[in-house]
C-alpha cells in the first residue's frame, strides 16, 4: 500500500499532466482565435487608429510560440514520457514569457505589463514554489527588458508615481502566486492525506469483512460436522437403546431361571440331608465293612484335594461376567456325579440284599436298610432327573444371551476334568466294595458341593439381579443421550442457519 507522500507525488504529476494538456490547448485555441480576430479586425479597418499595431510584430511570435508548444507537447509525450510533465510545465511558462517580450517591445507598454501577474498565477497553477520562483524571475526580467527596450518613446516619459504603482502591482501579484502556489500545494497533501486515511480504512475494513467471511465459512463447517456428529449419536443412541432392551430382557428370564434353579438346588440339598442321614444310620450296622472303607478313605481322599482344587478354580472363575453358564454347567457336572452316586448306591443296596438273603435270619434287619437305602437312591434318582431338567433349560436361556454376556465356555474343559475324577472315585468305590462305610463320606461331600453350587447361583443371582438393574440404569442414560443428541441436532441446524445468514451478508458488503 502506497504511503502518503508516494500517493501525493502521484496526485500530483496527474494533477500537472491534466494542467499541462489544457494549458496547451487553451494557448493552441487562444493563438488561433487572437491571430484570426487581429486579421478580421485589419480586413474591416478597424485596427487601424492603432498606428502601433503591425501584424508581422503581433502574428509571427505568437505562431512561433504555438508552434513550439504544439512540438513540445508531442515529442515529449511519445518519446520522453518520463520528462514530459516536468519538462512541459517550464516550456509553457518560458514561450509564454518570451511571446510576451517579443509583443511588448513593439506595443505601449502601459497596454502589456499586466500579463506579467497573468504568467505569475498560472505559475501558482502548478502548485510548485520553485516554478513560480522561476515565473516571477523571468517575467520580471521580461517586463524589466521591455520596459527599456519599448519602441514607443512617448511611454518612457511615464512617472515616477505610475511606475512605483506598477512594481508593486507586479510585486503583490508575484507574493500571491507565490503564496498560492504554497496553500494550494498544501490543500492537495492535505486532501492525499485524507484520501489515503479513506483508502487505510477501507482496506482495514475489507480485510474485516475477509475476516468475518473466513470466521463465517468456518463456522458453517463447524456447524455441519456438529451436525452430522449428531445424526451418528443419534442412531448411535437408538441402536444402543435397542441393544439395551433386548440386553435387558435376557437378564430378566436369567434371574428367573436361576432363581428356578436356586430352588432346585434347595430341594437337592434336603435330600441329600436325608440321604447323609440314612447313611450314618447305614454305617452303624456295617461295621464289617470297615476295612473295605479305610482301603477307600484314601482314594477319596485324594479325590476331596482334587476337588479343592476345583472350587479354587470355580471361584476365580465366578468373578468374570461369564460365571452363568459355566455355574450352570458346574452343576450339570456335580449332578451327574450325583446321578452316577445314587446308581452306584442302587447297585450296592442290591448286591447288599442279595447278602442278607443268602445270611437268613441273621441278614434280615440288613435287608430292611438296604431296602430303605434303594428307596432314596430311586428319590435322588427322580430329583436328579427334575435337576437335569431344570439346568436343561437353564442353558437353553443361556444360549440366548450369550450375545448378550461374556462367552463361559473357558471353563467346560476344568468340569470335564473334574467328572473324570469323580469317574475315578467310582471306580475306587467298587473296588473297594463297601459302599456303605463311604456313602456317610460320598453323601457329605455331596451336601458340601450342593452347599457350593447353592452359594454360586446365589452369587449368580446378585450378579444377574446387578446387572439387571445397570441395564435399567443404561437404559435411562441411553434415552437422556437421545434426548440430548436431538437438542445437539437442533442446535447445530439452528447455527448452520445463522452462519449461512452471516455470510450472506457478509458476500453482500
Not at 514561450?95 to 500579463?115: E, H, L, M
Not at 472363575?317 to 445314587?342: C, F, M, P, Y
Not at 442278607?356 to 428319590?379: D, N, P, S, T
Request: hydrophobic share 40%; proline share 1%; with cysteine.
Amino acid at each position: 500500500m502506497q504511503n502518503v507522500e508516494e500517493l501525493f507525488n502521484e496526485n500530483l504529476q496527474q494533477y500537472q499532466k491534466g494542467l499541462n494538456e489544457a494549458i496547451a490547448k487553451y494557448c493552441i485555441i487562444g493563438g488561433v482565435m487572437g491571430v484570426a480576430f487581429y486579421i478580421f479586425m485589419k480586413v474591416v479597418g478597424i485596427m487601424s487608429i492603432f498606428k502601433w499595431v503591425n501584424l508581422l510584430y503581433f502574428c509571427i511570435p505568437v505562431l512561433i510560440g504555438l508552434l513550439v508548444i504544439g512540438m513540445s507537447y508531442i515529442v515529449l509525450k511519445k518519446y520522453y514520457s518520463h520528462l514530459y510533465i516536468k519538462a512541459l510545465k517550464y516550456i509553457v511558462v518560458t514561450v509564454a514569457c518570451i511571446n510576451q517580450f517579443a509583443i511588448s517591445v513593439f506595443i505601449p507598454y502601459r497596454d502589456i505589463w499586466g500579463v506579467v501577474v497573468l504568467i505569475f498565477f498560472v505559475c501558482s497553477f502548478y502548485l510548485e514554489r520553485r516554478l513560480v520562483l522561476y515565473g516571477i524571475c523571468l517575467g520580471s526580467a521580461v517586463a524589466i527588458l521591455s520596459f527599456y527596450l519599448n519602441t514607443c518613446p512617448e511611454e518612457l516619459s511615464m512617472s515616477v508615481a505610475d511606475i512605483a504603482t506598477r512594481v508593486q502591482v507586479v510585486s503583490f501579484g508575484a507574493i500571491a502566486a507565490f503564496i498560492s502556489a504554497i496553500l494550494g500545494r498544501k490543500l492537495l497533501y492535505k486532501s492525499c492525506v485524507n484520501e489515503f486515511n479513506v483508502s487505510k480504512s477501507l482496506s482495514d475494513l475489507k480485510q474485516v469483512v475477509e475476516k468475518v467471511k473466513e470466521v463465517s465459512e468456518r463456522i458453517t463447517e463447524s456447524s455441519s460436522y456438529i451436525s452430522a456428529l449428531a445424526n451418528q449419536q443419534q442412531k448411535a443412541s437408538e441402536m444402543t437403546a435397542t441393544n439395551t432392551s433386548q440386553i435387558l430382557e435376557g437378564a430378566v428370564k436369567t434371574v428367573e431361571n436361576v432363581k428356578d434353579s436356586e430352588d432346585l438346588i434347595n430341594s437337592l440339598n434336603m435330600e441329600i440331608q436325608s440321604m447323609k442321614n440314612e447313611a450314618d444310620s447305614a454305617h452303624e450296622k456295617s461295621a464289617k465293612l470297615k476295612g473295605t472303607a479305610d482301603k477307600g478313605k484314601y482314594s477319596i481322599d485324594s479325590a476331596v484335594e482334587k476337588m479343592e482344587g476345583i472350587k479354587a478354580s470355580a471361584i476365580v472363575t465366578s468373578r468374570s461376567a461369564k460365571e452363568l453358564d459355566i455355574k450352570a454347567q458346574k452343576i450339570d457336572v456335580i449332578v451327574a456325579g450325583i446321578q452316577g452316586i445314587a446308581n452306584q448306591t442302587n447297585l450296592l443296596s442290591l448286591n447288599a440284599s442279595i447278602e442278607a438273603a443268602r445270611a437268613g435270619e441273621h441278614g434280615k434287619g440288613f435287608a430292611i436298610v438296604a431296602g430303605e437305602i434303594r428307596k432314596l437312591a430311586e428319590q435322588s434318582q427322580k430329583s436328579l432327573n427334575d435337576i437335569t431338567t431344570t439346568l436343561k433349560e437353564i442353558f437353553n436361556h443361556g444360549q440366548k444371551v450369550d450375545d448378550l454376556v461374556i462367552k463361559v465356555d473357558e471353563g467346560v474343559q476344568i468340569i470335564k476334568m473334574s467328572k473324570d475324577y469323580y469317574q475315578n472315585i467310582i471306580e475306587d468305590l467298587e473296588i473297594t466294595g463297601s459302599s456303605l462305610s463311604n456313602m456317610k463320606e460320598i453323601s457329605e461331600k455331596q451336601l458340601s458341593y450342593s452347599k457350593i453350587v447353592s452359594n454360586y447361583i446365589s452369587q449368580v443371582s446378585e450378579t444377574t439381579q446387578m446387572t439387571s438393574e445397570n441395564l435399567e440404569s443404561t437404559s435411562a442414560a441411553t434415552e437422556e443421550t437421545f434426548a440430548s443428541s436431538e437438542e445437539l441436532l437442533n442446535s447445530a441446524n439452528m447455527l448452520n442457519n445463522i452462519a449461512k445468514e452471516l455470510n450472506k451478508t457478509v458476500s453482500s458488503i
